[in-house]
């Protein structure tokens, strides 16, 4: 019985990581204020090693719509501006020779609803995940109980509990896409 807490716990981990994983994707996406978040994928050339950009520089956000990175040496102020540009942010960056500032315009109504529909197919492949998961749990424990590691009871039960966390999986993935919803629709 311990080896299928042990199991449900592993397949709540792996549901877990998926959300995780979710929501590191919704926060690289943009909404119309500047969020430093939409920096946490770009990575610097320093001194022949790729570095994520937060640890060459002081990353702010000193207005509602504008993002400013000091560099703590000011030779990677170039490297920093060429890693922005390359990525797929799809704004440039302003150098005046000792800070780089991202400006964020407003996002036209054409584009949030592009993006909205982006974060609802993210929110759906991480609820497909989920569900993968949960066949994957299924599998195991039909498996254990052709094996007679369980009763045919236990396999009920913990089918019902593995359903459970499936189903609280599935909403926080729904609440998720609703808040990332509704910041990107707020004007």
Known sequence: MADLKDTLKELEDRMNKTISFMQEEFSAIRAGRANPHVLDRITVDYYGTQTPLQQVGNVSVPEARMILIQPWDKSLLKEIEKAILTSDLG???TNDGSVIRLLFPEL????????TKDIRKKGEAAKVAVRNIRRDGADVFK???KANEITEDDLSDANEKLQKLTDKAVERIDKAVEVKDKELMTV
């Open 91 to 93: 704004i440039n960056p």
């Open 108 to 115: 036209t109504e054409e584009r949030r609803k592009a993006l």
């Open 143 to 145: 498996k254990m109980e």
